[in-house]
């Protein structure tokens, strides 16, 4: 088959891009395009609403001016670093990125090693343009604020409507987190960049907005307000990288930010009220284990809270004498929204059984109510929580256990411990025995069944043993306690 690129001037491939997001697309035509080895400097790209250059007026297609590979073309080499480091890049607002990425395609097919070379300008560029583009997506889950709007329409639920201004084209491909975050919710993100709709069970897109089609002032603002002020600890007040985190550019959008001036200006005076009274935390804890559902989903106080993942709330009867904590739901509970699912659920529920406590009966829940993880190709790896990240989660499970009010805490693993104490103690120092927290209900420590599953052989058989002791003296001080 003839390349078509022999038809045309030597300069005037002109790409037009129907959306200035699409990653598929660019890729398909620029597959072509290396494999008609046309040489970055004769293309044009063009994306949606760009000035594009002068070739542009005359590309009245979509695709016009690509040329067709011969049969015989040899495969386009990209390595990994590049697609994943292309993919987001392309979510950047620099009209020049679609050139600049094709140029290291273009590239990566004599010199494979590109990729690592650090001081290479095209290659700082585009991670340049990945770092703001991710920046940007974790602006957007932090800041994004929904405000109920009237129902015009007359539907019987709540519509939930959010302004947010991108600085990239980071709309569609958040869709997803705020999909699986707000899966209940009817809502809508309006951007000047185009606007996302979900009604429950599908999304849609919509034109452009500006921030007056977007409500002012309503009650799930003052929702937020109140949460804000509740959450906002003065004995952590750092203006300078509050400012670095929330830019002045968000505060408008934020209901929250209109406490700020006042919060600070107060912040003094609370902390020293605060440190009187020799507890500085949160102010109000919520009366029910639904709020507490509820706002667990809000929360982001700590980085784990922004990673694109659900609160997993805990379980069970409210009146349980037992309540057993883990550290963390893992990826199988943030899906299933529940904690114990996974491997280490059903090791812990084999476990329950064999000394006779009825899961069934307890409040199962974690210290942490994110799932930490570390993103590697598609599977999410398992963090640790930090000391941090537990001690700020400690105000819900302080929450759970206010309501709950169990006679006894099992807590397994050292994180879980931390929860319940507020400082690191050694498993093997404390298990075993109870520990008299300050609300007059015991503290059981022992292992976390994730730990038994790390080992084998007798090691496995070893800690095996020792949890089912552990089980077996809480079930025996139940009773006691019944
Ligand atoms: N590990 C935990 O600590 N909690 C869970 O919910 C699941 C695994």
Same mark, same amino acid.
């Given at each position: ?234 004995? =952590? !007040? ?5 400012? +670095? $985190?929330?830019?002045?550019?968000? *505060?408008?959008?934020?209901? %929250?930010? @209109? ?120 599977? =999410? !790896? ?5 000391? +941090? $990240?537990?001690?700020?989660?400690? *105000?819900?499970?302080?929450? %759970?256990? @206010? ?80």
């Amino acid at each position: 088959m003839m390349a078509l690129e022999h038809a045309r001037p030597a300069s005037d491939y002109v790409v037009d891009l129907p959306e200035a997001d699409d990653f598929e697309l660019w890729r398909e035509r620029a597959r072509a395009l290396v494999q008609c080895a046309v040489a970055p400097d004769r293309i044009a790209w063009v994306e949606p609403g760009g000035s594009g250059d002068l070739f542009a007026a005359s590309a009245a297609q979509a695709g016009q001016g690509i040329p067709v590979p011969p049969a015989d073309a040899r495969l386009v080499r990209a390595n990994r670093r590049f697609v994943s480091l292309a993919r987001n890049a392309i979510l950047h607002s620099d009209p020049g990125r679609f050139a600049l990425l094709y140029r290291l395609l273009w590239r990566l097919q004599s010199t494979p090693g590109i990729m690592e070379d650090r001081a290479d300008p095209d290659v700082r560029r585009v991670e340049e343009l990945d770092k703001a583009v991710r920046r940007d997506s974790h602006k957007m889950h932090a800041f994004v604020r929904f405000r109920l709007v009237e129902n015009a329409d007359d539907e019987a639920r709540e519509h939930y409507v959010a302004w947010f201004e991108p600085e990239h084209h980071i709309l569609r491909a958040n869709a997803g987190f705020f999909m699986r975050r707000f899966a209940n919710m009817r809502w809508s993100i309006l951007t000047p960049r185009g606007s996302l709709h979900w009604d429950g069970t599908t999304m849609s897109e919509g034109p452009p907005a500006q921030r007056s089609d977007a409500p002012g002032g309503d009650p799930m603002e003052d929702l937020w307000r109140g949460y804000y002020a509740s959450i906002f600890n003065p004995a =952590r !007040l750092k203006v300078g990288a509050m400012l +670095k $985190e929330m830019p002045k550019k968000y *505060w408008k959008n934020m209901p %929250e930010a @209109a406490l700020i001036p006042e919060l600070v200006a107060g912040a003094q005076k609370r902390e020293s009220a605060m440190v009187e009274k020799g507890a500085l935390e949160f102010e109000e804890r919520p009366a029910t284990l639904a709020a507490i559902g509820k706002a667990i989903h809000a929360c982001r106080k700590c980085p784990i809270g922004q990673l694109d993942n659900h609160a997993v709330m805990g379980e069970g009867p409210q009146d349980a004498a037992l309540m057993i904590v883990g550290e963390q739901p893992g990826d199988q509970e943030d899906q299933a929204g529940r904690p114990f699912v996974g491997p280490a659920g059903q090791l812990l529920d084999a476990h329950l059984e064999k000394v006779g406590i009825d899961r069934r009966a307890a409040y199962v829940t974690n210290a942490v109510k994110h799932f930490k993880y570390v993103q590697r190709g598609k599977r =999410r !790896l398992h963090q640790n929580p930090g000391a +941090k $990240e537990i001690d700020t989660c400690r *105000w819900w499970i302080e929450s %759970e256990r @206010a309501i709950v009010r169990p006679k006894l805490v099992l807590a397994m693993g050292a994180s879980a411990a931390r929860g319940l104490l507020g400082k690191t103690v050694s498993i093997s120092r404390v298990r075993g025995q109870p520990i008299a927290l300050e609300d007059g209900s015991e503290l059981w420590v022992t292992a976390h069944p994730s730990y038994l599953l790390r080992l084998d052989g007798t090691a496995r058989e070893e800690q095996a043993r020792l949890f089912d002791a552990d089980l077996a003296a809480v079930r025996a001080r139940l009773s006691e306690l019944a």
